[in-house]
């Protein structure tokens, strides 16, 4: 219990947040590092998702190796691809990036295949293209499952990146790894404590953009249905 | 009620199985003890360890002395109290380690320092024979191309190199006497600091070979710095606690044994131990294997 107390106060103290090594600095790294590995993730894995799930066509395999990604260790996989590129943020980065794919790609084409088969039916018939319909019925009504992807893709590599301190001087790992060999578990903890509020901030941001999603979906579903 | 008879007798049983145990001379290291004609070897829990307690097992053997061998048995908190019994007679150990265990608050870093006072820190009963030049200690690496162009022997020459340099080591490093901080206060040398976690393993070599780093902590007796043709520097000013390899006896290991031991410690360097390590991690052998091949080698079998 004193080592909480203890870790609380050295987040309280403002002399922990100053300077090259301070709380300010890591988390803006450990946010930039998270931010940066869901969006290159999600370069590749929305479009190919939203493809599938439009389609309904290449599910089993790509659902079977995204699977498969899921099982890889992420300090594993930083660790060869740090033998790869060699020391420094790429391969954590890299790594984040595989963390997150599974996550994003399966929000989206889930997200892509719940719109409702009568609505894109209906586009179908009034003459939309394909590209019109996935814009315009797809998208919008599967919006709230893809952010949904997006959150427990954030969440996952938030958590995660603090690997990133294991081949650079990145983020709240630090705090983790320091800790820990010299046995000061104020500071492993109080690097722990930090992770998870930032875990738990970018959870609730996200559950607040799902639910607008979400909105715009019903709504949509809604307008399709005058509409029809 | 069968099931609680079922488990008293299992009690019992088990009871009584200690019971006779204990009795049937079941301490394995009692035979060694006062009796002075076999000579109980005992090793760390440590693969290199154990090689060297090996070779002090068969260096033994080979001039006719009887050898009880209790390898693998732990760390310093474990098997010291053993030798201070005289459960143990012989048990390679390494100098400032084993003398701060004995003398937790002393400043001896430096060899001889270091053996002189691990002499007289060594509890009555036991002594310490003559330590070889082996060490396995942790030590400033840096790649042999490096070390040829700036001239580097010993971590003072760093002084020399006109580049900006980093450190690459686990983190705690960063704030410990031989991390940068140490760098500069001891010898003048000026040093950034790149964390990396794998306590000198194979992303710290990556690391040094790729100039991402210029310097990191490697173990000498390691065998990835032969393999990756790395040096350690040499370190006169003791940042690190000098660790020989040196082996503790009991009064049971007589002068003619204490001879045998101390042929073997003068052969030692840390190029042979570094040999022994790698025959260990890369081909995978025993350490009676290891050893045997080692002592046929240095004409001492």
């Given at each position: 219990?004193?080592?909480?107390?203890?870790?609380?106060?050295?987040?309280?103290?403002?002399?922990?947040?100053?300077?090259?090594?301070?709380?300010?600095?890591?988390?803006?790294?450990?946010?930039?590092?998270?931010?940066?590995?869901?969006?290159?993730?999600?370069?590749?894995?929305?479009?190919?998702?939203?493809l599938i799930g439009h389609t309904r066509r290449g599910r089993g395999?790509?659902?079977?190796?995204?699977?498969?990604?899921?099982?890889?260790?992420?300090?594993?996989?930083?660790?060869?691809?740090?033998?790869?590129?060699?020391?420094?943020?790429?391969?954590?980065?890299?790594?984040?990036?595989?963390?997150?794919?599974?996550?994003?790609?399966?929000?989206?084409y889930?997200?892509v295949e719940?719109?409702?088969p009568?609505?894109v039916?209906?586009?179908?018939?009034?003459?939309?293209?394909?590209?019109?319909?996935?814009?315009?019925?797809?998208?919008?009504?599967?919006?709230?499952?893809?952010?949904?992807?997006?959150?427990?893709?954030?969440?996952?590599?938030?958590?995660?990146?603090?690997?990133?301190?294991?081949?650079?001087?990145?983020?709240?790992?630090?705090?983790?790894?320091?800790?820990?060999?010299?046995?000061?578990?104020?500071?492993?903890?109080?690097?722990?404590?930090?992770?998870?509020?930032?875990?738990?901030?970018?959870?609730?941001?996200?559950?607040?953009?799902?639910?607008?999603?979400?909105?715009?979906?019903?709504?949509?579903?809604?307008?399709?249905?005058?509409?029809? | 009620?069968?099931?609680?008879?079922?488990?008293?007798?299992?009690?019992?049983?088990?009871?009584?199985?200690?019971?006779?145990?204990?009795?049937?001379?079941?301490?394995?290291?009692?035979?060694?003890?006062?009796?002075?004609?076999?000579?109980?070897?005992?090793?760390?829990?440590?693969?290199?360890?154990?090689?060297?307690?090996?070779?002090?097992?068969?260096?033994?053997?080979?001039?006719?002395?009887?050898?009880?061998?209790?390898?693998?048995?732990?760390?310093?908190?474990?098997?010291?109290?053993?030798?201070?019994?005289?459960?143990?007679?012989?048990?390679?150990?390494?100098?400032?380690?084993?003398?701060?265990?004995?003398?937790?608050?002393?400043?001896?870093?430096?060899?001889?320092?270091?053996?002189?006072?691990?002499?007289?820190?060594?509890?009555?009963?036991?002594?310490?024979?003559?330590?070889?030049?082996?060490?396995?200690?942790?030590?400033?690496?840096?790649?042999?191309?490096?070390?040829?162009?700036?001239?580097?022997?010993?971590?003072?020459?760093?002084?020399?190199?006109?580049?900006?340099?980093?450190?690459?080591?686990?983190?705690?490093?960063?704030?410990?006497?031989?991390?940068?901080?140490?760098?500069?206060?001891?010898?003048?040398?000026?040093?950034?600091?790149?964390?990396?976690?794998?306590?000198?393993?194979?992303?710290?070599?990556?690391?040094?070979?790729?100039?991402?780093?210029?310097?990191?902590?490697?173990?000498?007796?390691?065998?990835?710095?032969?393999?990756?043709?790395?040096?350690?520097?040499?370190?006169?000013?003791?940042?690190?606690?000098?660790?020989?390899?040196?082996?503790?006896?009991?009064?049971?290991?007589?002068?003619?044994?204490?001879?045998?031991?101390?042929?073997?410690?003068?052969?030692?360097?840390?190029?042979?131990?570094?040999?022994?390590?790698?025959?260990?991690?890369?081909?995978?052998?025993?350490?009676?294997?290891?050893?045997?091949?080692?002592?046929?080698?240095?004409?001492?079998?």
């Amino acid at each position: 219990m004193s080592t909480f107390l203890d870790a609380l106060a050295w987040i309280l103290d403002p002399s922990s947040w100053g300077g090259s090594q301070g709380i300010a600095v890591r988390v803006a790294q450990h946010l930039a590092i998270t931010v940066a590995a869901v969006l290159l993730a999600a370069v590749p894995a929305v479009p190919l998702g939203v493809l599938i799930g439009h389609t309904r066509r290449g599910r089993g395999v790509v659902v079977a190796l995204a699977g498969a990604v899921r099982a890889v260790p992420t300090l594993g996989l930083l660790t060869l691809l740090a033998l790869l590129l060699g020391v420094g943020v790429w391969a954590p980065l890299l790594a984040l990036v595989a963390l997150a794919v599974p996550s994003l790609l399966a929000g989206a084409y889930a997200g892509v295949e719940s719109a409702d088969p009568e609505a894109v039916d209906a586009a179908r018939a009034m003459g939309m293209s394909e590209r019109q319909i996935v814009r315009h019925v797809e998208l919008p009504l599967g919006a709230g499952v893809l952010v949904g992807g997006f959150r427990a893709a954030t969440l996952q590599v938030v958590a995660t990146a603090t690997l990133a301190a294991y081949t650079s001087d990145t983020g709240l790992g630090r705090y983790l790894f320091s800790g820990l060999k010299s046995r000061d578990y104020t500071l492993m903890l109080g690097g722990a404590i930090l992770v998870a509020l930032l875990a738990l901030v970018l959870d609730r941001l996200l559950a607040v953009a799902q639910g607008r999603a979400t909105g715009l979906a019903r709504r949509t579903a809604a307008d399709s249905r005058l509409g029809a | 009620m069968s099931r609680s008879r079922l488990t008293a007798g299992l009690v019992a049983g088990t009871a009584a199985a200690l019971v006779l145990s204990a009795c049937g001379g079941s301490d394995p290291l009692s035979s060694g003890g006062g009796d002075g004609d076999t000579i109980v070897v005992g090793s760390q829990d440590y693969y290199s360890n154990e090689i060297v307690a090996e070779i002090y097992a068969q260096a033994l053997e080979a001039e006719g002395h009887d050898v009880d061998r209790q390898l693998r048995i732990g760390q310093r908190e474990a098997y010291v109290p053993e030798l201070e019994s005289g459960d143990i007679d012989l048990f390679p150990e390494y100098t400032g380690p084993l003398l701060q265990y004995w003398e937790p608050k002393t400043k001896a870093r430096l060899t001889d320092e270091v053996y002189t006072a691990l002499e007289d820190a060594t509890p009555d009963g036991l002594r310490v024979l003559d330590q070889a030049d082996a060490t396995d200690q942790d030590s400033y690496v840096v790649t042999r191309q490096f070390a040829e162009k700036w001239d580097l022997r010993t971590i003072a020459d760093l002084a020399k190199v006109t580049e900006p340099l980093t450190l690459g080591a686990n983190s705690e490093a960063e704030n410990r006497p031989n991390g940068p901080k140490g760098l500069q206060d001891a010898y003048g040398v000026k040093a950034d600091f790149a964390p990396i976690e794998d306590g000198g393993g194979p992303l710290t070599v990556k690391a040094l070979k790729d100039d991402d780093v210029q310097l990191a902590i490697i173990y000498t007796a390691d065998p990835s710095i032969k393999k990756n043709d790395l040096v350690s520097l040499e370190d006169p000013e003791g940042l690190f606690l000098a660790s020989h390899v040196v082996p503790v006896a009991s009064d049971d290991v007589d002068d003619d044994a204490a001879a045998v031991i101390d042929e073997v410690s003068a052969a030692m360097t840390t190029d042979a131990l570094v040999d022994l390590n790698q025959r260990s991690v890369d081909e995978k052998l025993p350490a009676e294997k290891i050893a045997a091949d080692w002592l046929a080698a240095q004409g001492l079998d």
